[in-house]
């Protein structure tokens, strides 16, 4: 039975295979090891689409050949890639590229084994072209698990997803306390899920980091700020990061309050929004008189009237580091009250992850389902 393998970026690994359920929600994928995943289900459409937005997710490879005790099992691999190319209908130019992951299995050249692939292909009549073949086949090594997986690459071993120009310092209007691009990306892919028609909300944009990410990936998005400087200074930061490119996508940044989604977004969109991400403004009161929770909650409570059945909400927001305990210590507030505060908004958590920013600063991603009201 054809396979389709997943293979993670390294960066945030839970947080990327988070992402992959939610962009490929009807996919069930089991785990070869923390960064390959790997499923039988043949109709899996738009792997090309899907990687194009993700920052999580490296490559897929169709047709996958997995050998696990790779370090005993290498013959095993050739074998399984040679009957494979062998009932192949279709023949032509082919490049084998190879990546290794979580260091090297012992006694296993990925290189060399890569030769090995290429030669079992020239035998079975295709030609090797490594600038611009027709085809790719993809080998990775995964030395955590003793692992090698094979198959038809969709994608590239590129590590860069494009983000890095797009870093706070780099943007014309800036702020010191912005979301990494690859995380607000990230966070637009699970709020959101799959890419459709429907909009990315945020509801608080300051700079217009999420907004940024959800337009260059050609989502619909709508961006409100309370601060009319914020809201131009966003409009800036799209405009520099789309530069000479047209956007794909409907975006519409204005200013209005977060608490009262019915009035700020425009009726044609309400029921037609995706998802919600939030990087609240703390240590600041940039939100009139409410408080952290206050400010959270109404915000929630205020979304779930306009957004789509099915929408997610991302929220973001800071820790205390602390390398001695294993107990997460909110910067603002106690995390069992701010549980309940988002239980008692009528959503409810899907999961929540750490992400380390620097020495004096992490954050925690909530990810929420909504629930509509009706």
Sequence with gaps: MAQILACLRGWHVPLAQAELMALLPAINFSELSPRL???????????????????GIQCFLRDAQVVENAQHNQQALLQKISTVLEKLPVRGSLAVRYLRIAGRIEGISTKSLAGEIGGIAVSNGYSINLDEPEYEIGLIADGASDTIACGWLVGDFDDSIGTATRRATERPFFRPISLDPRLARLAINLACGPMDDYAALDPMTGTGGFAMEAITMGRNCLALDMDEEMVNGAKQNIAWALQDNEAKSKFQISVGDACNLVDAIPKMWHGKISGVVLDPPY??????????????????????????????????IPLKPNKNSTELELLYGEWDAYNKMIVNSGASIIGKWQEHVHASLSRMLIWVKLGVIK
């Design 37 to 55: 995943l790997i499923t039988n289900q043949q109709a899996v459409e738009n792997l090309a689409q899907t990687l194009a937005c993700s920052s």
């Design 283 to 316: 240590g600041r009161n940039s939100h009139g008189t409410h408080g952290h929770f206050e400010l959270i909650s109404k915000t929630i409570e205020s979304a779930r009237k306009i957004t789509s059945d099915d929408a997610k909400l991302v929220v973001i």
